[in-house]
């Protein structure tokens, strides 16, 4: 099989793998099936079952990452749609907004501080805790590498969806805007689908808190990378 042929064939599998796991995932509702944790792994695995070169599977499967940019200009048309539900709960988007990136970005820095990684890793780990278009951009400002921001991004997201559950019992968080914003600022575009799955308004909380908090870190980045360091 030539190259390109099988780039077609890695860019159709990729597609396959992605909405097999959402389609099994939509009918089981079990963390391991999330697309987000799932997909990563099969094609990690048929990649080295296979002894795929990395440059030929990213020939065309570049254009997934490619369409991260319409994504993010997409994410206007939610805060339209939902403006009076900003225009309500103001202060709890916005607290929840400041204390996503504060705290993901703080919470970055400590473990870096205590846990000795290469500075490219150190750098791409510092804005893990927004969605990944944001996070791209932002990640440079650091003098992180895209594709390692976006890697500590899904990892980020896979985690928030396992522990949110019991940490909403434990800290008694029973509210759709509190479940909404801790999601949304916590584990990102992950986080909002996972809100979703207790609500409409969980959905909607935790997808404005997010887009407010990565156009927040996008803006901000440059600024904020004086302090991290």
């Known amino acids: 099989m030539s190259a390109t042929a099988l780039s077609i064939v890695c860019l159709a599998l990729t597609l396959f793998c992605y909405y097999a796991c959402k389609y099994l995932y939509l009918r089981h ?9 799932l997909v990563p792994l099969v094609v990690i695995g048929i990649v080295a079952l296979f002894k795929i070169d990395l440059p030929i ?10 369409l991260l940019a319409p994504a993010t200009v997409a994410f206007a048309l939610p805060i339209y749609r939902e403006r009076a539900l900003i225009q309500k709960y103001p202060i709890t988007i916005f607290s929840g907004v400041v204390a996503g990136l504060f705290l993901g970005m703080f919470s970055s820095w400590l473990l870096i501080k205590f846990i000795p990684l290469p500075t490219e890793l150190a750098h791409s780990f510092i804005v893990r805790s927004i969605s990944t278009p944001f996070a791209v951009e932002a990640t440079t400002s650091f003098g992180g590498i895209p594709e390692l921001t976006a890697v500590m991004v899904v990892m980020t997201g896979v985690v928030g969806i396992l522990i949110c559950e019991p940490i909403f019992k434990l800290a008694r968080i029973r509210t759709s805007l509190g ?51």
């Open 179 to 229: 479940r909404g914003v801790a999601l949304g600022a916590s584990a990102h575009g992950a986080g909002a689908s996972k809100a979703t799955e207790y609500g409409r308004e969980e959905g909607v909380v935790a997808s404005l808190t997010m887009i407010f908090a990565g156009v927040s870190m996008v803006l901000g980045a440059p600024f904020f990378a004086i302090f991290v360091g």
């Open 57 to 66: 599977y990213f020939q065309y499967t570049h254009l997934l990452v490619m």
């Open 29 to 37: 509702r079990v963390w391991w099936l999330a697309p987000i944790f």
